[in-house]
């Protein structure tokens, strides 16, 4: 079982370019989700989506956009990267909201 | 927001002993999560629990959720190298924050051999 696929799993910007993170699973979740963990910061939620079409902010949204057309993906768009935005970047699903969620292996975004 | 705070940030000890992590808030959690995470990896779930006084086991580790179901600790016995890592505790109300989970910072744990 893939589970939760995330690419790329590295990758370094320039401030002000912009790129999309892949999320897709194949487990038919509903609910998927983005976080950030940040040294010392746990993880902290950007945007989350309860099933195709629907997209919700978290904690920090700020400099993301969402869009869940299918189940099974979910990308997350950086605009305008800043070097705020270097972090590790999870997707994580789960059978419904607060459910036992199922991380992907992460994207460590450095912007310089 | 509800607020987790995990405790100690870091710990550090031999192989062999035992050794015991919490997760504390002023909330009342619907069920609460622990999470390990290894370098490199997302975090894996380990356990769910979601009635208060509940007592989980899985091998040497043995999970609590106060009786209250505000607070939770996770107690390994016997600590080996392969359990180091990041321990996480997520939980989640039904009632407030439209049921989406909360991650406290976690405990990062190292064992020597």
């Known amino acids: 079982n893939a589970g939760v696929t995330q690419t790329p799993k590295f990758q370094v910007l320039k401030t002000g370019q912009s790129m999309t993170l892949q999320c897709a699973q194949d487990?038919?979740?509903?609910?998927m989700s983005w976080y950030r963990q940040d040294p010392g910061m746990g993880l902290r939620l950007i945007h989350y989506?309860?099933?195709?079409?629907?997209?919700d902010q978290g904690e920090v949204p700020n400099g993301y956009n969402v869009s869940r057309s299918t189940t099974e993906d979910f990308p997350l768009r950086l605009l305008s990267a800043a070097p705020s935005q270097t972090s590790v970047y999870f997707c994580?699903?789960?059978?419904?909201?607060?459910?036992?969620?199922?991380f992907g292996q992460g994207t460590r975004l450095t912007v310089v | 927001t509800q607020l987790l705070e995990q405790s100690p940030q870091f710990l550090s000890i031999q192989e062999g002993e035992n050794l015991t992590v919490y997760c504390n808030s002023s909330?009342?959690?619907?069920?609460l999560q622990w999470y390990r995470q290894e370098p490199g990896e997302g975090p894996v779930l380990l356990v769910t629990?979601?009635?208060?006084?509940e007592v989980k086991k899985l091998k040497r580790l043995t999970f609590q959720f106060g009786d209250a179901r505000k607070d939770s600790s996770l107690h390994i016995t016997a600590a080996q190298p392969g359990d180091t890592g990041l321990y996480l505790c997520?939980?989640?109300?039904?009632?407030?924050?439209?049921?989406?989970?909360?991650f406290g910072d976690g405990t990062t744990l190292t064992v020597k051999p």
């Open positions: 994580a699903s789960s059978y419904y909201v607060g459910g036992e969620a199922f």
């Open positions: 487990m038919n979740h509903e609910y």
């Open positions: 989506s309860v099933g195709a079409g629907i997209t």
């Open positions: 909330s009342v959690f619907s069920s």
């Open positions: 629990v979601v009635t208060g006084g």
């Open positions: 997520a939980g989640s109300t039904l009632s407030t924050n439209a049921g989406k989970s909360t």
